[in-house]
């Protein structure tokens, strides 16, 4: 794809790229886009291109190493453009054809045969296997996973494994016991030609975007519990999964990574939690669900938001790129079909897609399933590898067993309260202060999964951010030349990435430096001091932060005991802590949540301000409206010249 775009004159810039464009970047959806265009039309919901996007379509948007071989009959994208479209309302209990000729240059398909042949998907077949994971290897992996969340390297993860079955029932009749047996919101069934079919019963939605509102949304599911025998055992359930802080923490952290990506897309301000923890039932399952929308800012298009969404973390993980780096490594078969999505791009600019998940890929006379559990450092390594089994077996059951009674009671068959909840009016800002020119932030991505949330937030006190992964020349903060750098959380240690060396292009520039998580430990290791090991992570949780003092620059307004939300395994060693740097913040087990320089414009907090943890009296947007304001002004050039000696 890259040799046929380059071929066509469109080439991948040279250098570094700010990350608000990567979705811009030469890839197939170049080609989707100008698809779209040239057949837009605003007046049609229903026409557009359907079916499915592979999971290693994520590999061409942001690459990691290849550790799996692939088959080289797989495909990472089959779309359909249908001339005929059945249209069910299941509510009114009616069904609506619609049918569509074209023409072009004289020619049309008026009068052409309609018909198409039986799509069999081939005889079945034995597996070689009836899982790619010995009983007792997915826990082993749980075990391995741990160990990388107590170092930082992630936060969750989301591996899954694979469940193999002659297909003795065509796809037709699979679907139609699923359909009975096991209702979901996002039914398919799918003819992707070549021999290779889709039958699924996806609970998630991946992203819908409507084109005349301009909204994007997305409904995260993470959190799992068994149904009970009946509706009391449901309910006792339903107690326990709203309990568990393990479930809690997962969601939080699904939700969080979920409006940053939308915060790639969306005007500053633009994002909001709709709904919290809302259960939903299946008919095995239990479910816990936010509800996130935001409105797209108007140089970006569903694509843009589909793109910057791949693909959720509810089948990766976070940070996303090292959780998709772990899958790669560690999972026993590549992907395919599974964790990409199905549905619609719309030429009215709409967009209609669900999560490939609860789904059965047919080839070769063989049906398998893929499931996977989201893992954390509290995680049971055998409770996890029992949840897998447990959310494969409708299906397994719907692929084996012709009349098999479903366990449970039908599922939901939607989100329950959806637009319900009232827009503010306006976004909250700092619009009303006199902040002079708008101030620039150049913020340091250190490949995290929450750094277009922090950059919304930053780009609500009116300030301009254009974001660089970590690794770009000095020489790019004289191009952009920042009021200030802000350096963002990430996995792994400071060192990893080559911070000491932004800090020193930074104070050389006289350029004032905010950091959050990461970034606070790096300007600890750049002062002198070290870091320390936490006995437990603590990942999507939150605590009580309490001021120090008068909190310095970037506390200011804030009140002296507020709670945060932390994603972090290091932490800044009091013991060692250099003196220029005075603790502005702790929590009430004396753990540094907060650094400022005593002579340079230089602050950073242990916790995540932009975390939905840290929403509660506006505390996190007040925090980095404080740093932009506060720190956001030049380096005195004294302090500049004894930045050397102050280290």
Same mark, same amino acid.
């Given at each position: ?121 081939? +005889? ?45 029932? +065509? ?131 569903? /694509? ?44 009215? *600019? ?103 949330? /922090? ?54 520039? *006289? ?10 430990? *790096? ?125």
């Amino acid at each position: 794809m890259t040799q046929a775009l380059s071929a066509a004159g469109v080439a991948h810039p040279a250098g570094p790229v700010a990350e608000e464009e990567r979705t811009r970047l030469p890839s197939a959806f170049t080609v989707l886009r100008a698809l779209v265009a040239a057949l837009a039309g605003p007046h049609d919901e229903l026409w557009g291109l359907y079916g499915a996007f592979g999971y290693d379509l994520v590999l061409g948007f942001d690459p990691v190493p290849l550790h799996q071989d692939r088959d080289p009959r797989d495909r990472t994208l089959v779309l359909h453009l249908p001339d005929r479209i059945l249209r069910i309302d299941r509510r009114r209990g009616t069904a609506t054809l619609h049918s569509y000729e074209f023409s072009y240059a004289g020619h049309g398909t008026a009068g052409l045969d309609r018909t198409t042949p039986d799509a069999p998907c081939g +005889p079945p077949a034995e597996p070689a296997t009836r899982r790619d994971h010995a009983p007792g290897a997915y826990a082993q992996l749980v075990r391995r996973a741990k160990e990388r969340f107590r170092t930082g390297d992630l936060f969750e993860v989301v591996p899954g494994q694979s469940f193999h079955r002659r297909a003795a029932a +065509p796809p037709s009749e699979v679907f139609r016991r699923l359909r009975e047996r096991n209702p979901a919101p996002y039914g398919l069934l799918m003819n992707l030609a070549d021999g290779e079919h889709l039958v699924g019963a996806s609970p998630e939605m991946f992203v819908r975007v409507d084109p005349r509102a301009r909204t994007v949304e997305s409904c995260p599911i993470s959190g799992t519990i068994a149904r009970g025998r009946d509706a009391l055992e449901d309910a006792e359930q339903i107690r326990t999964l709203l309990a568990s802080v393990k479930e809690e923490s997962e969601l939080t952290m699904c939700t969080d990574v979920d409006r940053n990506d939308k915060a790639r897309v969306c005007v500053p301000g633009g994002v909001e939690v709709l709904a919290r923890r809302q259960i939903e039932l299946y008919s095995r399952l239990i479910h816990t669900v936010d509800h996130v929308r935001g409105r797209l800012r108007a140089d970006r298009d569903a /694509l843009d938001a589909f793109l910057t969404h791949m693909w959720a973390v509810t089948v990766t993980g976070a940070p996303k790129r090292a959780a998709i780096a772990f899958v790669e490594e560690h999972e026993s078969s590549p992907r395919r079909w599974y964790g990409g999505a199905v549905g619609r791009i719309g030429f009215d *600019g709409g967009l209609e897609t669900a999560l490939t998940l609860r789904t059965v890929q047919f080839r070769d006379g063989v049906a398998t399933v893929r499931a996977g559990a989201t893992l954390l450092f509290d995680s049971d390594p055998q409770a996890e590898e029992d949840e897998t089994v447990l959310k494969a077996s409708a299906l397994l059951d719907a692929v084996e067993n012709p009349s098999g009674p479903a366990r449970g009671r039908d599922a939901s068959a939607g989100r329950p309260g959806r637009g319900a909840v009232p827009v503010p009016a306006r976004p909250w800002g700092v619009a009303d202060w006199d902040t002079g020119r708008p101030r620039r932030v150049l913020l340091v991505d250190h490949q995290d999964s929450f750094v277009h949330t /922090l950059a919304d937030y930053v780009r609500q006190t009116g300030a301009e951010v254009v974001t660089y992964r970590a690794g770009f020349p000095a020489e790019l903060l004289d191009a952009e030349r920042p009021d200030l750098l802000l350096l963002s959380p990430g996995p792994g240690r400071p060192a990893d990435f080559g911070m000491s060396g932004v800090l020193d292009g930074a104070l050389l520039r *006289g350029i004032p430096v905010f950091g959050v998580c990461l970034g606070l430990q *790096g300007i600890v290791e750049y002062f002198g001091g070290t870091l320390g090991t936490l006995p437990r992570p603590v990942h999507g949780k939150p605590s009580p932060v309490e001021v120090v003092g008068d909190g310095g620059t970037v506390f200011r307004d804030l009140p002296a005991r507020f709670r945060a939300g932390r994603y972090h395994s290091l932490y800044a060693d009091t013991r060692t802590l250099p003196a220029e740097l005075m603790v502005t913040a702790r929590t009430s087990d004396g753990t540094v949540m907060g650094v400022e320089h005593r002579v340079l414009p230089i602050a950073a907090v242990q916790f995540h301000p932009e975390s939905i943890m840290t929403s509660a009296e506006r505390a996190g947007r007040t925090l980095i409206a404080n740093a932009v304001t506060g720190l956001g002004r030049s380096v005195p050039a004294a302090a500049a010249a004894t930045a050397g000696s102050l280290r």
